[in-house]
């Protein structure tokens, strides 16, 4: 099992940046693809962005590509999410989530997840 909390979110202006971060503990953190998704109020939880085991291979959704860009830092046991040029459309809260057995855009793929952080971005 494999606990993760995330941190990092913040209210800015739109056109900032922000730098999520997703620590984890408990079982080896480079056995698991990690994933970053969102909810913002009334909208179900979606995909933003994924990362594998090693790092090797990351996959984004297309409304952040050329924006966000995920990482990891399997000596730290840490994930993180860099958001450039934030929009207004980014508000939402920012939940990372784990899986042993590979990374994919469905959530139900992800059995371990934060508690979210919140990123409120304004016009």
């Known amino acids: 099992q494999v606990q993760l909390v995330e941190s990092g979110g913040g209210f800015v202006q739109a056109g900032d940046s922000l730098r999520l971060s997703c620590a984890a503990s408990g079982r080896t953190f480079s056995d698991y693809a990690v994933a970053w998704f969102r909810q913002a109020p009334t909208n179900k939880r979606e995909f933003v962005a994924a990362i594998t085991r090693g790092g090797g291979t990351t996959q984004y959704t297309d409304s952040v590509k050329g924006r966000f860009t995920i990482s990891r830092d399997n000596a730290k046991n840490t994930v993180y999410l860099q958001m450039n040029s934030l929009k207004p459309e980014d508000t939402a809260v920012y939940y990372c989530?784990?899986?042993?057995?590979?990374?994919?855009?469905?959530?139900?793929?992800?059995?371990?997840w934060g508690q979210g952080t919140q990123v409120t971005v304004s016009s």
């Open positions: 989530a784990a899986d042993r057995y590979g990374m994919g855009v469905q959530k139900e793929i992800y059995d371990y």
